[in-house]
C-alpha cells in the first residue's frame, strides 16, 4: 500500500508559477511510475507528466516546455513546477503512483486545487 500526499496547491494569476509536491509513503525508486493527472469537474482526469523509476519523463503536449516534473528520492518526493500557468490550467492536480508486483496496483492521492485567475 502506497500513501500519496499532494500539496503546493493555490491561487494564483495568469503568469505565475506554483511548485506541486507529491510524498510518497515508500521509496520513489521502488514505485515504477509516478504520474500528475489533473481533473475539471465534469471531465475526464487527465495526464500531465509522469516520471519512472528509471528517472525517464513524459508530458502532455499542452504543458511542455511550461511544466516540469522532478524527484527527491532522498524526501520520497515527486515535483511538478508549474511556469506561465494559464487558466485553462484550473483543476484539481491528483499525484499516482504505478507498482508493479506480480499484478499492477494503482495508487492515488487526495488532489490538490491549483487555480489561475485571469
Known amino acids: 500500500q502506497v500513501q500519496l500526499v499532494e500539496s503546493g496547491g493555490g491561487l494564483v494569476q495568469a503568469g505565475g508559477s506554483l511548485r506541486l509536491s507529491c510524498v510518497a509513503s515508500?521509496?520513489?525508486?521502488?514505485?515504477?511510475?509516478i504520474g500528475w493527472y489533473r481533473q475539471v469537474p465534469g471531465e475526464q482526469r487527465e495526464l500531465v507528466s509522469s516520471?519512472?523509476?528509471?528517472?525517464?519523463?513524459n508530458y502532455a503536449d499542452f504543458v511542455k516546455g511550461r511544466f516540469t516534473i522532478s524527484r527527491d528520492t532522498a524526501k520520497n518526493t515527486v515535483y511538478l513546477q508549474m511556469n506561465s500557468l494559464e487558466p485553462e490550467d484550473t483543476a484539481v492536480y491528483y499525484c499516482?503512483?504505478?507498482?508493479?508486483?506480480?499484478?499492477?496496483?494503482?495508487?492515488w492521492g487526495q488532489g490538490t486545487q491549483v487555480t489561475v485567475s485571469s
Open positions: 516520471i519512472t523509476d528509471a528517472g525517464s519523463t
Open positions: 515508500q521509496g520513489i525508486a521502488s514505485i515504477n511510475r
Open positions: 499516482n503512483a504505478i507498482v508493479r508486483f506480480l499484478k499492477i496496483y494503482y495508487y
